[in-house]
């Protein structure tokens, strides 16, 4: 099946420290995106990445960090400057200039 | 003022009506409109997308859209208890690869049996 995958499906953080969340597209989307949504909110873009080993600032980076090393890979760090991580986390691609497809979300916990 | 208003909800109808959603929009450049609906605790899915002004169905779903008013619209006819979810507006410009997408903040709907 061709989609999009997150991982983990929840995860915990303490204090200080980094955790990386993990997201895979076999579907040979050229552009993936990270953002975040908190209750009642909408999406915010975080980073997003057009082609393998470039990537660029969304509205709210800072605290987050990138790489695209591989076409269908885009991970996301969230360290420990960011302040507020609690929120649930998602993961898209596009074809282009296209239409977004979002994988399954990681909810992301500080304990 | 955000970019993109959406009422938050709750919007909470019979099962069978038909359920009226909305966002507006300030900024003229925005050339496709998406909507997506969204279960709890998962990813947003894409219901329709449409570039031009005018209506667009697919099934029980209708997307409008009103560049004059910066206005568009998404109906869904003979709702049903499956159809309760947060249902988001998206809209963007067309450029090269990487499209950015201004989200509104979702309506959540309720239909009840």
């Known amino acids: 099946d061709g989609g999009i995958t997150q991982s983990p499906k929840y995860l915990f953080r303490k204090e200080g420290q980094n955790v990386t969340l993990s997201c895979e597209q076999n579907?040979?989307?050229?552009?993936m995106y990270w953002y975040r949504q908190d209750p009642g909110q909408g999406l915010r873009l975080i980073y997003y990445?057009?082609?393998?080993?470039?990537?660029q600032k969304g509205d709210i980076a800072e605290g987050y960090s990138v790489s695209r090393e591989k076409k269908e890979s885009f991970p996301l760090t969230v360290t420990s400057a960011q302040k507020n991580p609690t929120a649930f986390y998602l993961c898209a691609s596009s074809s282009g200039a296209s239409l977004q497809f979002f994988g399954p979300g990681t909810r992301l916990t500080v304990l | 003022q955000k970019e993109v208003e959406q009422d938050p909800g709750p919007l909470s109808v019979p099962e069978g009506a038909i359920v009226s959603l909305n966002c507006t929009y300030s900024?003229?450049?925005?050339?496709?409109f998406m909507w997506y609906r969204q279960y709890s605790r998962k990813g947003p899915e894409l219901l329709m997308y449409t570039y031009s002004s005018g209506n667009k169905e697919d099934g029980r779903f209708t997307a409008q859209v009103d560049k004059s008013s910066k206005y568009i619209s998404l109906f869904i006819r003979d709702s049903q208890p499956s159809d309760s979810a947060t249902y988001l507006c998206a809209m963007g410009v067309i450029k090269a690869a990487g499209n950015k997408l201004t989200f509104g903040g979702g309506t959540r709907v309720l239909v009840k049996p």
């Open positions: 900024n003229s450049a925005f050339q496709y």
């Open positions: 579907l040979n989307h050229d552009a």
């Open positions: 990445s057009q082609i393998v080993n470039d990537f």
